[in-house]
T-cell receptor
Framework: GAVVSQHPSRVICKSGTSVKIECRSL??????MFWYRQFPKQSLMLMAT?????????EQGVEKDKFLINHASLTLSTLTVTSAHPEDSSFYIC?????????????FGQGTRLTVV | LAKTTQPISMDSYEGQEVNITCSHN???????ITWYQQFPSQGPRFIIQ???TKVTNEVASLFIPADRKSSTLSLPRVSLSDTAVYYC?????????????FGGGTRVLVKP
């Protein structure tokens, strides 16, 4: 199946700093990418949806100025957690789809474990 | 997106068949049913997708009754490595504005 790569897989940062997470579709063009966060023992919570070349659509309760999403190309989306705090520590996962294709499956990255100390 | 309801957890033993039923009473005409598997600290992995009747691939079968208000994921002869959380998603995947929203999932524990 198609591959979505996230980087880094694990990151530790100091409180107040910013962290950027990359999500790349390696063998297909992703017209749409989704960003999720997941706390231990909980389900994935959708944070935002981004379409290539346009601004991201954020879910209710997600601060767009804190979680900056850029989807400048069909193969790359980035999530920047700005001024990170310990409560931002979580597992962040991206997902990518190509809505132009008949295959309607969404492919997920391996996730990024963010720890803010 | 149609809301889904799944059992919170299920226990099974190696070699047994595991069936997980998902309820989606408000499924729409254009909605597909998709199941994902997630291991700890990994992203979800696609298992199977269907629209109606029965779909089978190398890892699972998906049974969808005529009214499509529920679906059952069947995992034949599970092994310890099938211990994971299984999510049922329902949505019109072809729609440009469709969002992939996860419900609670079913935590399956396979015992030796």
């Amino acid at each position: 199946g198609a591959v979505v790569s996230q980087h880094p897989s694990r990151v530790i940062c100091k409180s107040g700093t910013s962290v950027k997470i990359e999500c790349r579709s390696l063998d297909f063009q992703a017209t749409t990418m989704f960003w999720y966060r997941q706390f231990p023992k909980q389900s994935l919570m959708l944070m935002a949806t981004s379409n290539e070349g346009s601004k991201a659509t954020y879910e209710q309760g997600v601060e767009k100025d804190k979680f900056l999403i850029n989807h400048a190309s069909l193969t790359l989306s980035t999530l920047t957690v700005t001024s990170a705090h310990p409560e931002d520590s979580s597992f962040y996962i991206c997902s990518a789809r190509d809505l132009r294709q008949m295959n309607t499956e969404a492919f997920f990255g391996q996730g990024t474990r963010l720890t803010v100390v | 997106l149609a809301k889904t309801t799944q059992p919170i957890s299920m226990d099974s033993y190696e070699g047994q068949e595991v069936n997980i039923t998902c309820s989606h009473n408000n499924i729409a005409t254009n909605d597909y049913i998709t199941w994902y598997q997630q291991f700890p600290s990994q992203g979800p992995r696609f298992i199977i997708q269907g629209y109606k009747t029965k779909v089978t691939n190398e890892v699972a079968s998906l049974f969808i009754p005529a009214d499509r208000k529920s679906s059952t994921l069947s995992l034949p002869r599970v092994s310890l490595s099938d211990t994971a959380v299984y999510y049922c998603l329902v949505g019109d995947w072809k729609a440009a504005g469709n969002k992939l929203t996860f419900g609670g999932g079913t935590r399956v524990l396979v015992k030796p």
